[in-house]
């Protein structure tokens, strides 16, 4: 029988715990790809805001808000709203170094101001 090393104290250093926190992330995920959403048209959203407010604060429940059948919005817990958001600056940046990298001309930010205000005054004094 093999002898197990002993608990290190630190579950960082425990391999258990990283088998534990492997599974705890890919359900983390599975669960947020797999959430039920309920919809719900806006008029009657109205009358049950607050509850539904609830439901997707504290059960993460995922509410569409619909107008004549057709999605208009959405109630989300706020921790889904922070990940688009960081996933949606996490596009921005890389679109950002992507258009820096790009060879050609590089010009000064103050440069770029004075020609948008000139071609502004240009266009404002030809109307």
Known sequence: MRSRAPHSGRPDRCRCWARYATALR???VQ???SVEMREIGVTE??????ELVNRAAYSDERIVLT????????????AVLHELED???AADLAAARATAAEAGPNM???QVLADLVADEARTSRSS
């Open 26 to 28: 890919l359900s983390t």
């Open 45 to 50: 959203a109205r009358d049950q805001l607050g």
């Open 108 to 110: 000064p930010h103050a």
């Open 67 to 78: 107008r004549h059948g057709r999605a208009v919005a959405a109630l989300v817990p706020i």
């Open 31 to 33: 669960n947020v790809y």
């Open 87 to 89: 996933a949606e600056d």
